[in-house]
């Protein structure tokens, strides 16, 4: 496999997960002000109230299976909660710059800016794509441990900032459902994720969330290997992400393109 359709690959990957970040249940209201795990379930639930909003962020990827390949990134675009996107990528691999645009609806994935100059449709569901989607599988709902670490002003406007891990449990059964019916399946050996959260005090908004999530597999994951044994892999993904223009409508709507 090039290194080209390892990264187009990734890449693919990495942003189908983006709309699907605010699936977490929300809390009750109370009068009192909430908790850190209160409050992270009711700006989660605020989110997707809001149905829409604009993403700017950046993010890095290594991966290590015999055939180590590391590359930083930037995103920007919009996302219409639950399920769809408009996103552009732009990263540099090898001296060389890559800008990719995606769009995701209800589970598909289009993209441009791999090969050719125009759309095309990638394949869903696939196992690959259960893990590489880091949003997808830190949902709030594996939240065990929620703590304060600060109230910094962001824009002139209050927040709390929040800390949190993830249930390794919970999230090595995601990935594991996730590939349900599919063939081969990957082995999850270890898989760890922590996150931290920046909500606005007013309105209990996230403005801004920073995620990173590890993995180690075992299987058929499409990379080579120098490994002895086939298909080990060590893979590391972090998003920073900043949220605006919350509740705006999106233009032009989000579509299906023409594909190739």
Known sequence: MSVARIVGFVLLRLLWCLAAFAIACGAPATLAEP???????????????????????????????????????????????PDKSRLTTDMSLLGQSVSVDTITIGGRTFSKGLTGS???ESAANDPQGAVLDPLGQTDLSAVTT??????????????????????????????????????????????????????????????????????DMAGDIGIPSASPTSGKGAFEISFDLKFSHLGEPVSPAITAPPTQ
């Open 146 to 215: 929620v703590t304060e670490v600060d109230r910094p002003v962001i824009d002139g406007r209050n927040t709390r900032h929040l800390s949190y891990t993830i249930d390794q449990s919970k999230l090595v059964e995601k990935m594991k459902s996730s590939q349900s019916g599919t063939t081969p399946t990957l082995t999850v050996s270890g898989a760890t994720g922590r996150g931290e959260i920046w909500i606005r005090t007013d309105d209990n908004q996230i403005v801004r969330q920073l995620v990173t999530l590890s993995v």
């Open 118 to 120: 125009g759309w095309s």
């Open 35 to 81: 908790s850190p795990t209160e409050l992270l379930q009711k700006a989660s639930a605020n989110l997707k109230d809001a149905k829409t909003a604009h993403i700017d962020g950046t993010g890095s990827f290594s991966i290590s299976s015999g055939l180590n390949i590391s590359f930083d990134f930037k995103l920007n675009g919009d996302v219409e909660i």
